[in-house]
């Protein structure tokens, strides 16, 4: 089955203790992104990846890290998670650009 | 700040009836429009995208484009309580930026 999958789906964690979301997509896409979703504010991107080794800054890339080593994973790293990052995030990808994204079930994320 | 604005709603429409979702956006080089489908708790699913002015139509769906006035909508006939979800508006122009979202509700 072609999807998109994210790990863990929830977290509880406390202030400064760094974590790892993990992203991987079986469908060959080119293009991956991370985003972030609040109340009121709608998706807003942190992170994208038009390839292995190529990634660049969305509109809140501040207080993350991405890495594409690999086509099929692209993992949001919080090297030291405060509190205004509890959000759900959503990983998404695409055969290439930003057109047709599929989106992975999200994890949400509470930081204490 | 390229934004996209959708109105946050509620929407509520009865069943049957012609729902109408609106979105505008502020970049002129924004050249393909997106509609997703968000269920409570669930992912963003595309169901629309849009690229030329006029309209294009899908089943139940239609979406509407307007360059000019930098207008798009998404038109939902014959409402169902099963389309009762969030809608997100997306514009592409270099980054795609979404809108907030508009929650619709489906009265049966």
């Known amino acids: 089955e072609a999807q998109v999958t994210q790990n863990p789906r929830y977290l509880i964690t406390v202030t400064g203790k760094k974590l790892t979301v993990t992203c991987s997509q079986n469908?060959?896409?080119?293009?991956m992104s991370w985003y972030r979703q609040d109340p009121g504010l709608g998706l807003r991107q942190i992170y994208y990846s038009m390839n292995v080794e190529v990634t660049d800054k969305g509109d809140v890339p501040e207080g993350y890290k991405v890495s594409r080593k690999e086509k099929r994973n692209f993992p949001l790293i919080l090297e030291s998670p405060s509190p205004n990052q509890t959000s759900l995030y959503f990983c998404?990808?695409?055969?290439?650009?930003?057109?047709?994204?599929?989106f992975g079930p999200g994890t949400r994320l509470l930081v204490l | 700040q390229k934004e996209v604005e959708q109105n946050s709603g509620p929407l509520s429409v009865p069943e049957g009836a012609i729902a109408s979702l609106n979105c505008t956006y502020s970049?002129?080089?924004?050249?393909?429009f997106f509609w997703y489908r968000q269920y409570s708790g669930k992912s963003p699913e595309l169901i629309m995208f849009i690229y030329s002015n006029g309209d294009k139509e899908d089943g139940r769906f239609t979406a509407q484009l307007n360059k000019a006035s930098q207008y798009v909508s998404l038109l939902i006939r014959d409402s169902q309580p099963s389309d009762s979800a969030t809608y997100l508006c997306?514009?592409?122009?270099?980054?795609?930026?979404f809108g907030q979202g508009t929650e619709l509700s489906v009265k049966p």
């Open positions: 469908m060959n896409h080119e293009y």
């Open positions: 970049d002129r080089g924004s050249q393909s």
């Open positions: 997306a514009g592409q122009g270099g980054k795609l930026i």
């Open positions: 998404a990808s695409s055969p290439q650009g930003q057109e047709t994204q599929y």
